[in-house]
């Protein structure tokens, strides 16, 4: 469920997105009903009909798990940013809770359930009597499968990320359109939310002032200097009723499908923000913790899908305001953790965070490099390895000209295309459709790497003009093997958007390349070697490297 912090006046972690401040001494979250006895009541094995019970503590919630079932009890409380202050208030959002997330979970979600008392005051649920409060009901999953569990234990595959992308894509592209929210006022309500909350408890985890300071000196320059392209895309359609809360700990793996739950349904000014501001959590969070290609594979799926490159000048700002966030709410919950060893641990998380905010908000210059070579020679395998490493979090955007074609012609990525797909026309649109992308990322400040054979001369000189035009370094790298491991490469192929085979790779090789200047690698060894002597080079020609170096 959603993040947990120790006292109820403190905020959970990750769970206001900087809209909220955390009321201190004095101050606290207003509880307007006493829900002992009903807590109690859930908390019981015998009112689930002796099934043990394993209770589950928000600031906000109360979630109950026993057998094959969850329910969610909405605490009786009142803050700025979330009213559960009435009956009808709590109902009315469990509600909008389970219709919210059955848009991305509906097999979770299983629908509200009132709880009863009857005339001799016993509770029950559903049954005879008056209703006196609300559930949500949902399906029981284990806790294992939650996205941060298997992150933290290791075991976050790699090959999830691309599925996820797709589900993330998916459901912004089918969201509602809210341009009464988001846009500059949105994002300001979320620079200067964190603005107040490192300043009223910075303290508390021996954060810096002047840094903490220099953050939001720097964040508001950056949200004037991005005004219009916030303003524009709100009007354009991109704010939506988004998830809210994206990080990996409300992504579960059901039926190996990863799954979104647990969107934010009490605050639309919470939920309805910008698409790129919505994924921006679950970058930031995979980055933190030291997942960076991962984060790469998610970033890059998710522009294939959507397309959505008119919004990559502002990643930066929103990266940074979901580290601050997060670098915001661990100071808070250190200032009220009675334990010193987990105090300390949240005022160590909360500096990295606001180290790690400051850093977002100065991205290294872009770069692009272009990946060459016939088909099999490991283009793809190299340019997604190298992505993570190059430009700043999440890394550089790839561009990849078996997907363009694909989608230039209308066809699924897992369908073989005819002979018309790979005419000398289409071939024409593939690399211009290149450059023109290309050229517009580094223009937003983003780093491109190309996958593409690149055989043409033409086609070589056409993408260095793009680096060229924009003012950035160009590394460009070519790979060869023999022919014979070509082939074999080809033939392994599977759920690949190339349509490579034997017959491709001896047409390419009877092809007259001209004079390659690029930088050639052996593409024959293994593919860490590859990838370590393809790093050396480009790092000795570009100062854009994001500080990660993959094994």
Same mark, same amino acid.
């Given at each position: 469920?959603?993040?947990?912090?120790?006292?109820?006046?403190?905020? +959970?972690?990750?769970?206001?997105?900087?809209?909220?401040?955390?009321?201190?001494?004095?101050?606290?979250?207003?509880?307007?009903?006493?829900?002992?006895?009903?807590?109690?009541?859930?908390?019981?094995?015998?009112?689930?009909?002796?099934?043990?019970?394993?209770? /589950?503590?928000?600031?906000?919630? *109360?979630?109950?798990?026993?057998?094959? +079932?969850?329910?969610?009890?909405?605490?009786?409380?009142?803050?700025?940013?979330?009213?559960?202050?009435?009956?009808?208030?709590?109902?009315?959002?469990?509600? %909008? @809770?389970?219709?919210?997330?059955?848009?991305?979970?509906?097999?979770?979600?299983?629908?509200?359930?009132?709880?009863?008392?009857?005339?001799?005051?016993?509770?029950?649920?559903?049954? @005879?009597?008056?209703?006196?409060?609300?559930?949500?009901?949902?399906?029981?999953?284990?806790?294992? %499968?939650?996205?941060?569990?298997?992150?933290?234990?290791?075991?976050?595959?790699?090959?999830?990320?691309?599925? !996820?992308?797709?589900?993330?894509?998916?459901?912004?592209?089918?969201?509602?359109?809210?341009?009464?929210?988001?846009?500059?006022?949105?994002? #300001?309500?979320?620079?200067?939310?964190?603005?107040?909350?490192?300043?009223?408890?910075?303290?508390?985890?021996?954060?810096?002032? %002047?840094?903490?300071?220099?953050?939001?000196?720097?964040?508001?320059?950056?949200?004037?200097?991005?005004? #219009?392209?916030?303003?524009?895309? +709100?009007?354009?359609?991109?704010?939506?009723?988004?998830?809210?809360? &994206?990080?990996?700990?409300?992504?579960?793996?059901?039926?190996?499908?990863?799954?979104?739950?647990?969107?934010?349904?009490?605050?639309?000014?919470?939920?309805?923000?910008? *698409?790129?501001?919505?994924?921006?959590?679950?970058?930031?969070?995979?980055?933190?913790?030291?997942?960076?290609?991962?984060?790469?594979?998610?970033?890059?799926?998710?522009?294939? @899908?959507?397309?959505?490159?008119?919004?990559?000048?502002?990643?930066?700002?929103?990266?940074?305001?979901?580290?601050?966030?997060?670098?915001?709410?661990?100071?808070?919950?250190?200032?009220?953790?009675?334990?010193?060893?987990?105090?300390?641990?949240?005022?160590?998380?909360?500096?990295?965070? !606001?180290?790690?905010?400051?850093?977002?908000?100065?991205?290294?210059?872009?770069?692009?490099?272009?990946?060459?070579?016939?088909?099999?020679?490991?283009?793809?395998?190299?340019? &997604?390895?190298?992505?993570?490493?190059?430009?700043?979090?999440?890394?550089?955007?790839?561009?990849?000209?078996?997907?363009?074609?694909?989608?230039?012609?209308? *066809?699924?990525?897992?369908?073989?295309?005819?002979?018309?797909?790979?005419?000398?026309?289409?071939?024409?649109?593939?690399?211009?459709?290149?450059?023109?992308?290309?050229?517009?990322?580094?223009?937003?400040?983003?780093?491109? /790497? /190309?996958?593409?054979?690149?055989?043409?001369?033409?086609?070589?000189?056409?993408? @260095?003009?793009?680096?060229? #035009?924009?003012?950035?370094?160009?590394?460009?790298?070519?790979?060869?093997?023999?022919?014979?491991?070509?082939?074999?490469?080809?033939?392994?192929?599977?759920?690949?958007?190339?349509?490579?085979?034997?017959?491709?790779?001896?047409?390419?090789?009877?092809?007259?390349?001209?004079?390659?200047?690029?930088?050639?690698?052996?593409?024959?060894?293994?593919?860490?070697?590859?990838?370590?002597?393809?790093?050396?080079?480009?790092?000795?020609?570009?100062?854009?490297?994001?500080?990660?170096?993959?094994?």
């Amino acid at each position: 469920m959603n993040d947990i912090v120790p006292p109820i006046r403190s905020c +959970r972690i990750g769970g206001c997105h900087g809209l909220c401040r955390v009321r201190s001494r004095g101050d606290e979250a207003v509880i307007t009903e006493d829900q002992t006895a009903l807590i109690e009541f859930l908390a019981a094995p015998s009112t689930h009909g002796g099934a043990a019970v394993e209770r /589950i503590e928000t600031h906000a919630s *109360v979630v109950f798990l026993t057998g094959d +079932r969850a329910y969610k009890l909405k605490r009786a409380v009142r803050f700025d940013y979330l009213d559960f202050s009435t009956t009808e208030r709590r109902r009315a959002c469990c509600v %909008a @809770e389970v219709s919210l997330n059955r848009r991305t979970a509906p097999t979770l979600y299983r629908g509200v359930v009132p709880v009863m008392r009857d005339d001799r005051g016993s509770f029950a649920l559903r049954g @005879e009597g008056t209703p006196v409060e609300w559930l949500v009901e949902m399906n029981r999953f284990p806790q294992e %499968a939650l996205l941060d569990r298997l992150a933290s234990a290791g075991n976050l595959d790699l090959a999830l990320m691309s599925p !996820l992308a797709d589900a993330i894509a998916q459901f912004h592209t089918s969201a509602a359109h809210r341009a009464d929210h988001g846009g500059f006022a949105g994002m #300001s309500w979320v620079v200067e939310g964190n603005a107040a909350g490192l300043a009223e408890f910075g303290r508390t985890a021996s954060l810096d002032p %002047a840094l903490s300071a220099r953050l939001t000196d720097d964040s508001r320059l950056e949200l004037d200097r991005r005004a #219009s392209q916030l303003e524009r895309r +709100r009007e354009s359609g991109f704010v939506r009723q988004c998830h809210g809360d &994206l990080h990996l700990r409300n992504i579960v793996l059901l039926d190996g499908t990863p799954t979104l739950f647990d969107a934010v349904e009490f605050n639309d000014d919470i939920s309805c923000t910008d *698409v790129l501001y919505d994924v921006a959590f679950l970058l930031m969070d995979l980055w933190h913790r030291g997942l960076p290609r991962h984060a790469n594979v998610v970033w890059n799926r998710y522009l294939a @899908e959507t397309v959505d490159f008119d919004g990559l000048c502002l990643l930066p700002l929103f990266l940074s305001c979901r580290a601050a966030v997060r670098a915001k709410t661990s100071a808070t919950a250190a200032g009220v953790q009675q334990d010193a060893r987990c105090r300390r641990d949240l005022q160590t998380t909360a500096r990295e965070y !606001l180290e790690m905010a400051r850093q977002l908000l100065h991205p290294p210059r872009p770069a692009l490099v272009a990946v060459g070579g016939l088909s099999g020679s490991g283009k793809s395998t190299l340019a &997604l390895a190298l992505a993570p490493s190059l430009g700043g979090p999440p890394g550089a955007v790839v561009l990849r000209s078996d997907e363009i074609r694909k989608r230039l012609c209308d *066809v699924p990525l897992g369908d073989r295309l005819g002979p018309a797909g790979y005419s000398s026309p289409v071939s024409a649109r593939v690399y211009a459709t290149l450059a023109e992308r290309a050229d517009l990322v580094l223009r937003e400040g983003h780093s491109v /790497i /190309i996958d593409a054979v690149h055989a043409r001369p033409a086609d070589r000189a056409a993408i @260095e003009r793009v680096a060229r #035009s924009a003012s950035v370094p160009f590394v460009g790298l070519w790979l060869e093997a023999p022919e014979s491991l070509l082939i074999e490469r080809t033939g392994q192929r599977s759920n690949d958007p190339s349509d490579a085979d034997a017959i491709v790779v001896r047409m390419q090789k009877n092809q007259d390349t001209g004079p390659v200047a690029w930088h050639r690698l052996d593409s024959s060894r293994p593919a860490a070697s590859v990838l370590s002597a393809a790093l050396d080079h480009v790092q000795d020609h570009c100062a854009t490297f994001s500080g990660t170096r993959l094994a």
